[in-house]
């Protein structure tokens, strides 16, 4: 970008998720920019071109607790230095990054995909069900002790940024009610090049996820098990062997390795299952993609991609008894598959660096000349 100040990335962490596809996709769009984090798996540390900057966490010797170490983790954020840059471009969720302090005249936009959920909207959900197998009663306890304190760190650091942006809707309501702030949206990057529109024939129900509690995966596999619907179930986690055991003979959990695989399975079904209370969700756009109608629950950045009757439908309960009250009436016929595919290319990459680059044009290029 013409005129753009030097600029670096800063990222809670880097080892899988929707959070580093937007990360990498920055880093495109500013190969020279340096990009710090609290911790990088090797493979993204490749994908970054070798870009990352990471501390003493990096090597802490317990890899499965890196997530139990908020405070050591804000210790580090907080005294990371910006002299020279222009602009500093902070990517945070469930993570600290956020509260970095960058030096007078230097910029700091701040990419939200969700005030901290431990600390707020979800902390009474992830009291119940951390998602830490073995660890759960640690990361209870740590909760227990801890949000307090957190929460009020969290919402300082909320204030640091000079431009907050939400990734879709729903999280801008809560960054203005956890936060008191206000936000501008861009929906994140979704790689729809790679998940064709599909004219096959199409046959069961598919869905796609990291294995956790919060996914409410147990409400699709059950809502398909009573109705004997076929099922896909794709990826992996800390929930799997519990959702296998759950499964019945209408279920498969194929092992799928590539995008071009994933595309073509998502592309041969009547329709992606998404029963999550989730802040966007990629997946679900991706599926889109193929011109596969997503079945949501109502609720989160869903509301923003499922238009009903056009793109996918709702059901209105996070529980098996709405799901499946809703499956046993649904007709794949109804749905046209070019206008949704069409409709997802409103979310892929190229749309989100244009108002990315706009939006820096607009607040921080103008305001420094």
Known sequence: MKNTPKVAIVCDWLYGGGAEKVVL??????????????????DWRDKLDRKVITGYLQYWPFSSLRKFLPVLRIWWFTRLKFDGFGLVISCTGNGESKGIKVPAGTKHICYCFTPTHFYWRHYNQYMKNPGFGIFNWLARLGLKILAGPLRKWDLKASKRPDYLIAISNHIKSDIKKYYGRDSVIIHPPVDTENFALSSGNRHGFVTVGRQTAYKRLDIIIEACNQLELPLKVIGKGPEHKILVRRAGKTIDFPIVPDNKELSKIIGASEAFLFAAYEDFGIAPVEAMATGTPVIAYKAGGALDYVIPGKTGEFFTEQTVESLTH??????PSAFNQKYIADFAEKFNEQVFKSKFKDLISRYVIKNTQ
């Open 25 to 42: 996709e920055l880093h495109k769009m500013f190969p020279d920019a340096p990009i710090y984090t609290s911790y990088c798996s090797q």
């Open 326 to 331: 809703f499956l046993k009436n649904f007709e």
